[in-house]
């Protein structure tokens, strides 16, 4: 069974800065990793999505990488704004598995 | 806004009332999902359907039964819940197939008394 972890739980910076945001999972034999945030009361919105064979992703200031034979993703958030802050949740694509998400609070 | 359209956004139910979770997409998409999220924890796959055809049940107890009516369309039928049940219902759809992005409507914040 798909564990999903991501590390760290939660994270503040000061505005401006980057980020690296890391998902790990314990079954390489996945589809795709897909990376969403959620704001507080509200529904998943889909960030990034790396099918299997590709190795980054890339949107806006949002890169995320892929390494299956690590079983790790990451997320980089470039220039990070007070309005990046929400939870990210990375979710493994072959039984749909999230982890726990960070949840980061960038400081204007 | 969001292209999937769960109704109502509030729900407060009784232990004994039966009621019903909407999710709506006009996207052409041909899987759609039901997922359960308690405070603080990560979404939990519930249910998929694929091309109006139940192809997932994830050991839901039965006082949760979905139905897909048509393609566009994605109910959750509610009965006898427990407070336990008490959580954010998401309703997610893709283009078939598991390697396709997946899209979240808000969810049912559910509350059972």
């Known amino acids: 069974k798909q564990e999903v972890t991501q590390i760290p739980a939660a994270l503040s910076v000061p505005e401006g800065e980057n980020l690296v945001l890391n998902c790990s999972f314990t079954d390489s034999a996945i589809y795709n990793l897909q990376w969403f945030r959620q704001d507080p009361g509200k529904g998943l919105t889909s960030l990034l999505l790396i099918q299997s064979s590709q190795r980054e992703q890339t949107s806006g200031r949002l890169n995320a990488s892929l390494d299956k034979s690590s079983g790790r993703s990451t997320l980089y958030i470039a220039a990070s704004q007070p309005g990046d802050s929400a939870t990210y949740l990375c979710?493994?694509?072959?039984?749909?598995?999230f982890g726990a998400g960070t949840r980061l609070t960038v400081k204007p | 806004d969001t292209e999937v359209t769960q109704t109502p956004k509030h729900l407060v139910m009784g232990m004994t009332n039966k009621k019903s979770l909407k999710c709506e997409q006009h996207?052409?998409?041909?899987?759609m999902y039901w997922y359960k999220q308690k405070a603080k924890k990560p979404p939990e796959l519930m249910f998929v359907y694929s091309y109006e055809k139940l192809s997932i049940n994830e050991s839901v107890p039965s006082r949760f039964s979905p139905e897909c009516p048509n393609s566009s369309l994605l109910n959750l039928h509610l009965h006898a819940l427990q407070p336990e049940d008490s959580a954010l219902y998401l309703c997610?759809?893709?283009?078939?197939?598991?390697?396709?992005?997946?899209?979240f409507g808000d969810g049912t914040r559910l509350s059972i008394l």
């Open positions: 996207m052409g998409h041909r899987a």
């Open positions: 979710a493994a694509r072959n039984d749909m598995r």
């Open positions: 997610a759809s893709s283009q078939a197939g598991g390697n396709q992005p997946q899209h």
